[in-house]
T-cell receptor, first 114, second 112 residues
Framework: EAQVTQNPRYLITVTGKKLTVTCSQN?????MSWYRQDPGLGLRQIYY???????DKGDVPEGYKVSRKEKRNFPLILESPSPNQTSLYFC?????????????FGEGSRLTVL | SQQGEEDPQALSIQEGENATMNCSYK?????LQWYRQNSGRGLVHLIL?????REKHSGRLRVTLDTSKKSSSLLITASRAADTASYFC????????????FGKGTRLHILP
């Protein structure tokens, strides 16, 4: 089954404790992206990757890191989480980033930073 | 910054009625897409309309695009309880390196 898998789905952590949210897709998609969703603000792009070893900042990259060492994986790293990073995070992938850009989304990772 | 803005923010209608949601955007686009999100779940792609298309249908969904007004509408006919969800438009813009940008969404509630 074609899917985007995120882990963990739920996480409560404390300020400053490094964490990684994993994202994996099995569709051989070139494009992958991370979004955060907050009430009243919609989805905002954090980082995206057009292909292996190519990553770019989205609209809200501060406090986050990503890597794209393999085509299928695109982990989101919070080196020193802060309470303002409490949010619902979505990973998405697509065959291409733009003109054929139907995005496939994971089920989301709800992160709470205390 | 947001490219698409949906209108209304929230909409409640009776089951069986038609639901119309609108999306306005600011810059030239390649494509416009509509997505559905059930509460707290991942977004699901509904339909994509290209900038050179004016109307597109998929089942009970009808999407129109007016590039002169920089707006799109999503019509859901004969609404069902299962249509209760948030609906987002997303655009990719030549002016923003073709990145896909989402609006804030319309919350649709279908009343039994």
């Amino acid at each position: 089954e074609a899917q985007v898998t995120q882990n963990p789905r739920y996480l409560i952590t404390v300020t400053g404790k490094k964490l990684t949210v994993t994202c994996s897709q099995n569709m051989n998609h070139e494009y992958m992206s991370w979004y955060r969703q907050d009430p009243g603000l919609g989805l905002r792009q954090i980082y995206y990757s057009m292909n292996v070893e190519v990553t770019d900042k989205g609209d809200v990259p501060e406090g986050y890191k990503v890597s794209r060492k393999e085509k299928r994986n695109f982990p989101l790293i919070l080196e020193s989480p802060s309470p303002n990073q409490t949010s619902l995070y979505f990973c998405a992938s697509s065959r291409s980033g733009s003109t054929t850009g139907e995005l496939f989304f994971g089920e989301g990772s709800r992160l709470t930073v205390l | 910054s947001q490219q698409g803005e949906e209108d209304p923010q929230a909409l409640s209608i009776q089951e069986g009625e038609n639901a119309t949601m609108n999306c306005s955007y600011k810059t030239s686009i390649n494509n416009l897409q509509w997505y559905r999100q059930n509460s707290g779940r991942g977004l699901v792609h509904l339909i994509l309309i290209r900038s050179n298309e004016r109307e597109k249908h998929s089942g009970r969904l009808r999407v129109t695009l007016d590039t002169s007004k920089k707006s799109s509408s999503l019509l859901i006919t004969a609404s069902r309880a299962a249509d209760t969800a948030s609906y987002f438009c997303a655009t990719d813009s030549r002016d923003r390196d073709d990145k896909i940008i989402f609006g804030k969404g319309t919350r649709l509630h279908i009343l039994p």
